[in-house]
């Protein structure tokens, strides 16, 4: 029986893959970055308005206290300006929601993490800062931030105190209108959220109002309150209580709260999440100047099939379009879509042919060693068939390049899957990977199913269990 998490894990990557995943980010994730949390934001503020910050529940009237006794934002607009304009180190959490193809990011941060942290794995965010930012659109946008309650680069604008909640539907009703449009349309995960903020609660309300029992279900990552984070034992077991009643309360708005023991489970869920996304993603290794000892029908059969079962299966195949294997790559992605009735590859197919135009040979090492690492950053597991070429004086030779996709997909953890049957370089890789299968393929009791992979010839069968490995890694 899966436990609460698992099941979590296994129904958000299912939205992840689906593309129908987005995530929605509180304080607590950007405060092991080093940033402060809103008590600690609000801790000078308080002490000039007599209060302790220590003591109070309701920060955001704390805020407003400051600026009706100090007649205006300007203290507090400077020290948002001082805690948030500093850059954080970008965490691991930060770097594995980026590694996914998660496109909506909603926050109520002022921090620039998740954008930062979408730059560093090359993509292109459009941040939704301000309402006019709205109607605009960055072309070519792999995903979209939506700062909900402000930015530090616009301290005057964000949402702090009583008057900014109690107005924002005047000054910023478009982003609760885009929001309750996400909601409705995407699986949300919230982490590092408490569900104190009452614009938060006011839109989720909306959405029940609206959609009553037909509500789309969504995910909090909460951790569950521990005995020794209280100085007595009735303060834990009314803290105990009080977490059931709000993680039972959620349900209302169609969120479940997956409650675990510690903050370094989020991280171990979403890298969890994210290695069963990737596994969703195939990188295919290869390249034949000659198939030999298999035919050449048989061979450009055994490509062709195997693609197209890939691919029917659910996966997307990473290809480099390598000489002899590529094109039959393709064409057995376009048969499954034929037999579809589609012609979209989004999603199915990602072609990353190599520059070869490059006449320094050491420049040209360089960027097709950069160009290998972009490919395999998109995979989670790697297949490798055949593997040879032609030297300049055409003697048929191991291909290097293979051997160095295998190196670069064991660096970066990605499972690798040599078909050595096809014989070569993928032979050679297959004899590596069997003195200690559980390491490279990340997972336990596969030796058995690898080892046909070593000594099947039947082209069907081959193309069989090579599909019936992936499906395993899959689980």
């Known amino acids: 029986m899966p436990t609460e998490l698992e099941r979590f894990i296994d129904r958000y990557s299912a939205a992840v893959l689906d593309g129908n995943a987005a995530l929605f980010a509180g304080a607590g994730l950007s405060i092991p970055a080093g940033l402060v949390d809103w008590r600690e934001l609000l801790r000078d503020v308080a002490r000039d308005v007599g209060l302790d910050v220590r003591q109070e529940e309701d920060l955001i009237a704390v805020a407003q206290y400051h600026v009706n006794t100090r007649r205006g934002k300007h203290q507090i607009n400077q020290k948002l300006i001082d805690e948030f304009n500093q850059r954080g180190a970008i965490t691991n959490n930060h770097r594995l929601l980026a590694s996914m193809p998660i496109r909506v990011f909603w926050t109520t941060n002022y921090d620039a993490l998740i954008e930062q942290s979408l730059y560093e794995a090359g993509k292109k965010a459009d941040v939704k800062r301000?309402?006019?930012?709205?109607?605009?659109?960055?072309?070519?946008?792999?995903?979209?931030?939506?700062?909900?309650?402000?930015?530090?680069?616009?301290?005057?604008?964000?949402?702090?105190?009583?008057?900014?909640?109690?107005?924002?539907?005047?000054?910023?009703?478009?982003?609760?209108?885009?929001?309750?449009?996400?909601?409705?349309?995407?699986?949300?995960?919230?982490?590092?959220?408490?569900?104190?903020?009452?614009?938060?609660?006011?839109?989720?309300?909306?959405?029940?109002?609206?959609?009553?029992?037909?509500?789309?279900?969504?995910?909090?990552?909460?951790?569950?309150?521990?005995?020794?984070?209280?100085?007595?034992?009735?303060?834990?077991?009314?803290?105990?209580?009080?977490?059931?009643?709000?993680?039972?309360?959620?349900?209302?708005?169609?969120?479940?709260?997956?409650?675990?023991?510690?903050?370094?489970?989020?991280?171990?869920?979403?890298?969890?999440?994210?290695?069963?996304?990737?596994?969703?993603?195939?990188?295919?290794?290869?390249?034949?100047?000659?198939?030999?000892?298999?035919?050449?029908?048989?061979?450009k059969w055994f490509i062709k099939e195997l693609s197209k079962r890939i691919v029917s299966s659910g996966s997307t195949i990473v290809s480099g379009f390598g000489l002899g294997v590529g094109e039959h790559v393709l064409n057995g992605v376009l048969h499954q879509l034929d037999e579809e009735h589609t012609r979209t590859l989004e999603g199915r197919l990602v072609l990353r042919p190599f520059p070869i135009a490059i006449e320094d040979p050491a420049v040209r090492k360089q960027r097709w060693r950069a160009y290998r690492t972009s490919m395999l950053s998109e995979a989670g597991v790697a297949l490798f068939l055949f593997g040879n070429k032609q030297d300049s004086a055409g003697n048929c030779v191991a291909a290097d390049g293979m051997v160095e996709e295998f190196e670069l997909a064991v660096e970066n953890g990605i499972a690798v899957v040599p078909v050595g049957s096809t014989g070569h370089t993928a032979k050679e890789l297959y004899g590596r990977v069997m003195t200690d299968v559980e390491r490279y393929l990340g997972a336990s009791g596969m030796k058995g199913r690898l080892r046909t992979l070593g000594t099947l010839t039947n082209k069907h069968e081959l193309v069989n269990r090579v599909v019936e490995l992936l499906d395993v890694l899959r689980t």
């Open 130 to 299: 301000t309402v006019e930012n709205l109607a605009l659109n960055v072309r070519g946008a792999d995903a979209i931030v939506y700062k909900m309650h402000g930015d530090v680069s616009l301290p005057h604008e964000a949402v702090v105190t009583k008057d900014d909640y109690e107005t924002y539907n005047l000054k910023r009703n478009l982003f609760s209108m885009a929001l309750q449009g996400d909601l409705v349309a995407h699986t949300f995960l919230f982490i590092g959220f408490s569900f104190s903020d009452p614009n938060l609660s006011y839109i989720l309300g909306r959405i029940r109002q609206l959609l009553g029992e037909n509500q789309r279900q969504h995910y909090s990552l909460l951790r569950r309150v521990q005995r020794n984070d209280f100085p007595t034992a009735q303060q834990y077991q009314y803290a105990k209580a009080k977490q059931e009643l709000q993680v039972q309360d959620l349900t209302r708005y169609g969120i479940q709260g997956v409650l675990v023991d510690s903050y370094q489970q989020y991280t171990e869920a979403l890298a969890a999440i994210r290695r069963k996304v990737r596994l969703r993603r195939v990188f295919i290794s290869g390249s034949a100047s000659t198939y030999s000892p298999w035919g050449d029908d048989d061979a």
